[in-house]
Nanobody
């Protein structure tokens, strides 16, 4: 499985961005995709994820502001980020969890920088 993330950039506080993560390869093995972020000096954290059944999870600080969704026809997962705050500044990564040979494996895309600043 290969993941290609895009959509980061510089935005003012209160603005919006949409990140995209396109999957290719053995996409039928993917059971869940998610977005993680790493801010300077901090540990990487889960932002949001969506499972094959459509269930979602969000980190508390982004609830009500971020929405994770997917387009199965395009094998793409999106992260719509609204009401962005400076503390959302981080490198965002997408991850796919893949089931294969009775095990679960993680695949990561390259990071995309999101900077929220006036």
């Amino acid at each position: 499985v290969q993941l290609q993330a895009s959509g980061g950039g510089l935005v003012q506080p209160g603005g919006s961005l949409r990140l995209s993560c396109a999957a290719s390869g053995s996409v039928f093995e993917i059971i869940r995709m998610g977005w993680y972020r790493r801010a300077p000096g901090k540990e990487r954290e889960l932002v949001a994820r969506i499972a094959r059944d459509g269930s979602t999870n969000y980190e508390d600080s982004v609830k009500g502001r971020f929405t994770v969704s997917r387009d199965d026809a395009r094998n793409t997962v999106y992260l719509q980020m609204n009401s962005l705050k400076p503390e959302d500044t981080a490198v965002y990564y997408c991850k796919a969890d893949v089931v294969r040979d009775l095990g679960v494996y993680e695949y990561w895309g390259q990071g995309t920088q999101v900077t929220v600043s006036s």
